[in-house]
């Protein structure tokens, strides 16, 4: 199993920035990828970034350009740094750990934290 905190949430000015931030209780070498979610009011959760043990990323086409995950190995975090911010990324933001578990893999999540962009 693995703990997830996010932190960094809140709220921002379109054409802003923030750092989200999500930290593990195990090892990320541990975890066959880390990733982060979104989902606003009445809409499924989407990916919009994800990035392997190996460090091999992947982006949502809709943030593609302006946002980037990273990890910190020593410090078991995973970070999404999100610029030229728009109304429309306004989304409570999920860090996601996928571990193997046999043959196929587990996927655990964390509380969410809220961002908000203003027009």
């Known amino acids: 199993q693995v703990q997830l905190v996010e932190s960094g949430g809140g709220l921002v000015q379109a054409g802003g920035s923030r750092r989200l931030s999500c930290a593990a209780s195990r090892s990320l070498f541990s975890i066959n990828a880390m990733g982060w979610y979104r989902q606003a009011p009445g809409k499924q959760r989407d990916l919009v970034a994800v990035?392997?043990?190996?460090?091999?990323?992947n982006y949502a086409d809709s943030v593609k350009g302006r946002f980037t995950i990273s990890r910190d190995n020593a410090k078991n975090t995973v970070y999404l740094q999100m610029n030229s911010l728009k109304p429309e990324d306004t989304a409570v933001y999920y860090c996601a750990a996928d571990l193997p578990a046999q043959a196929t893999s587990v996927r655990y999540w964390g509380q969410g934290t809220q961002v908000t962009v203003s027009s």
């Open positions: 990035i392997s043990a190996g460090g091999r990323t």
